[in-house]
Each structure stands twice: as C-alpha cells, then as structure tokens.
Nanobody, 114 residues
C-alpha cells in the first residue's frame, strides 16, 4: 500500500504563489507517474500536471507557464509550484500516483481570493 499526503494549501491573493507538497510513504517500488489533479467547486476533477519518474512533465493548458511540477525520488516527494495564481485556480488539489493501481491523497484546499 502507498499513502500520499498533501500539504501547503491555503488562502492566497490573485497574483500570489503557493507551493504544494506531497509525501509518499508505504511500500514503494516505483510510483510512475505522479501528478497533481484539482477539483474546483461544483466541477469535475481535472489533471493539472504530471511528472514521470525520469522527470518528463505534462501540464494542463490552463496552467502552462505558471505552474511547475517536480519530484524528488530519493525523498519520495512531489511538488507543485504555483505562481501568478488566479481565482479560477481555486480548488481542492489532490496528489496522485500509479504503482500497479491508482493512489490518491485526501486533498488540500487552495483558495485564490482578495
């Protein structure tokens, strides 16, 4: 079993920055890929960014140029640096990993508002 725990959410003003972290623990061989998803209020969950174990990345068009995903395999961590935040980035952000099956964290709330 793999456990994923997110941290770093909170309230931020438009134009601000936040860094989300996700810590993986448990029986880990190779979690690939790892990703961040988000679910805005009243909407479906959507992929934000994905990072493969070798470091290649994929981003949703809505966050390209503003968000950066990274992972530290030795520390079993994945990060999401979010800059130039907009109100429409408000959502619960979930950490995701694949290791034979899907694993999800419980989510961390990001609110972008004045």
């Amino acid at each position: 079993q793999v456990q994923l725990v997110e941290s770093g959410g909170g309230l931020v003003q438009p134009g601000g920055s936040l860094r989300l972290s996700c810590a993986a623990s448990g029986v880990i061989f190779s979690i690939n890929p790892m990703a961040w998803y988000r679910q805005p209020p009243g909407k479906e969950r959507e992929l934000v960014a994905e990072v493969a174990i070798g470091g290649s990345t994929t981003y949703a068009d809505s966050v390209k140029g503003r968000f950066t995903i990274s992972r530290d395999n030795a520390k079993r961590m994945v990060y999401l640096q979010m800059n130039s935040l907009k109100p429409e980035d408000t959502a619960v952000y979930y950490c995701y990993g694949w290791q034979g099956m899907e694993y999800w964290g419980k989510g961390t709330l990001v609110t972008v508002s004045l």
